[in-house]
């Protein structure tokens, strides 16, 4: 690990990744799940061909999670009829019939079991997230690194410059300066699953620190991003980064 040296106390809550992204079979195109994360709640639309290649899709609107082995999802899966969409809506004809349920086993942050029942027919795939549009990290940051107890190193104040252009190629370059770590270049290659990005490489900073590190789990907003990031000091696999962006 790099950074340094301001060892940190805080506990916090379980958290696991977010699973709200689109998920579908690369080798199967034309069907997928939509899953939109809220707490422990997730809403589901499962789109479909049906026995006569016709579209179909279903809904799942209160699948919960449960801790186990692996994170899973459950909950009843729908199908909803209603009113032509070139006419004035009528609520009154919305109708939903229960066809079967559906759970999703997420084993890691890219890899999920799909399993579900439509009228008795029972299926079961393995999707991934599915990545439509490049995710570009570079720009200018105020950040924070929070470390386990485990871990000795933590740094409460960075500016941060990150060179990466999504469009172009996956390298990566990092700039931090900070009030007890001093200065530090982060190097190293992006990688994408859907809406979820992750980077890995080396690192040396000012003092003759040097190693590797990785930022995972790397969700990105219009205000910044939110990672774990990893290096190679132990007791700190899972230290929180947290950037916000400067405004241009």
């Known amino acids: 690990m790099c950074w340094a040296v301001l060892g940190g106390n805080a506990r916090a809550a379980l958290v696991t990744t977010d699973v709200t992204d689109m998920w579908l079979m690369a080798s199967e195109a034309g069907w997928g799940l939509n899953l939109i994360q809220q707490g422990t709640t997730m809403f589901g639309t499962l789109f479909v061909y049906d026995a006569a290649g016709r579209a179909r899709w279903y809904v799942a609107s209160s699948m919960q999670q449960a801790l186990g082995f692996a994170v899973e999802y459950t909950g009843d899966l729908y199908e909803a009829t209603g009113p032509v969409f070139s006419a004035p809506f009528?609520?009154?004809?919305?109708?939903?019939?229960?066809?079967?349920?559906?759970?999703?086993?997420?084993?890691?942050?890219?890899?999920?079991?799909?399993?579900?029942t439509v009228d008795g027919v029972g299926i079961e795939k393995e999707i991934h997230r599915f990545a439509f549009g490049p995710i570009a990290l570079g720009g200018r940051y105020r950040a924070s690194v929070s470390s386990p107890p485990s871990c000795a190193f933590a740094e409460k104040s960075l500016d941060v410059t990150i060179l990466h252009d999504a469009f172009t190629a996956p390298s990566f370059v990092m700039e931090s300066i900070g009030p007890a770590s001093g200065s530090c270049t982060h190097r190293g290659l992006v990688t994408q699953?859907?809406?979820?990005?992750?980077?890995?490489?080396?690192?040396?900073?000012?003092?003759?620190?040097?190693?590797?590190?990785?930022?995972?789990?790397?969700?990105v907003t219009l205000d910044g991003m939110l990672a774990t990031m990893s290096g190679g000091a132990p007791g700190c696999s899972s230290s929180r980064f947290a950037a916000v962006r400067e405004a241009q």
């Open 193 to 219: 699953q859907g809406r979820i990005v992750s980077v890995a490489g080396d690192c040396t900073c000012s003092g003759g620190r040097s190693g590797t590190f990785s930022l995972s789990n790397v969700v």
């Open 90 to 116: 009528d609520a009154a004809a919305v109708h939903l019939r229960t066809v079967g349920t559906i759970k999703l086993v997420v084993s890691e942050v890219d890899r999920a079991t799909l399993i579900y």
